[in-house]
T-cell receptor, first 119, second 110 residues
Framework: GAGVSQSPSNKVTEKGKDVELRCDPI?????LYWYRQSLGQGLEFLIY????????KSGLPSDRFSAERTGGSVSTLTIQRTQQEDSAVYLC?????????????????FGPGTRLTVL | KQEVTQIPAALSVPEGENLVLNCSFT??????LQWFRQDPGKGLTSLLL?????REQTSGRLNASLDKSSGRSTLYIAASQPGDSATYLC?????????FGKGTKLSVIP
């Protein structure tokens, strides 16, 4: 079956513009995650969805960042008034974890990422 | 706060050599540890997942170990091949959130 897909693969924008990044998880996966990989930095967690709900938004770096998920499937990460420090690769992952057990340990499957460059 | 360190940051070896990548972490209260591979311009591919109750996992030429008491994990790659060239990341999970190291960039020279 198809893996996690993300679009666009590359996005170049000007400082101050808004951008939307899209993630299509593996069909049937209830959990969806967004991560960011900045140059010279490790991957950092941004937000986690279980179904359409986001029980953990703790990783979002500022209120310019928001995300939603509809129909328990596609998710959109929106960055408003982009800044140069937002330049990074944004990765999405999905898993079949229901999140109901503290022992939920399902593998997260990652998409290819969106490379965002803010000029 | 969990901190994950990977040493070395880069490694170059001749084809056929066995090698070990290291990962250390500060908080042993983890649920599992995963090793990923990242190729340039591509996403992450999960290689091995070790549950917190396990000590090692094997897949083909790869073997990963976990020692929670010392806060260490190793990824052993046997008989390395040029196709193994990539960045290898370890990640620790506490429930759903993964905390990653910065990775080891491996180059296998033909």
């Amino acid at each position: 079956g198809a893996g996690v897909s993300q679009s666009p693969s590359n996005k170049v924008t000007e400082k101050g513009k808004d951008v939307e990044l899209r993630c299509d998880p593996i069909s049937g996966h209830t959990a969806l995650y967004w991560y960011r990989q900045s140059l010279g930095q490790g991957l950092e967690f941004l937000i986690y969805f279980q179904g359409n709900s986001a029980p953990d938004k703790s990783g979002l770096p500022s209120d310019r960042f928001s995300a939603e998920r509809t129909g328990g499937s596609v998710s959109t990460l929106t960055i408003q008034r982009t800044q140069q420090e937002d330049s990074a690769v944004y990765l999405c992952a999905s898993s079949s974890s229901t999140g109901g057990s503290i022992l939920a340990t399902d593998t997260q499957y990652f998409g290819p990422g969106t490379r965002l460059t803010v000029l | 706060k969990q901190e994950v360190t990977q040493i070395p940051a880069a490694l170059s070896v001749p084809e056929g050599e066995n090698l070990v990548l290291n990962c250390s972490f500060t908080d042993s209260a983890i649920y599992n540890l995963q090793w990923f591979r990242q190729d340039p311009g591509k996403g992450l591919t999960s290689l091995l997942l070790i549950q917190s109750s396990q000590r090692e996992q094997t897949s083909g030429r790869l073997n990963a170990s976990l020692d929670k008491s010392s806060g260490r994990s190793t990824l052993y790659i046997a008989a390395s091949q040029p196709g193994d060239s990539a960045t290898y990341l370890c990640a620790l999970s506490r429930r759903y959130q993964l905390t990653f190291g910065k990775g080891t960039k491996l180059s296998v020279i033909p």
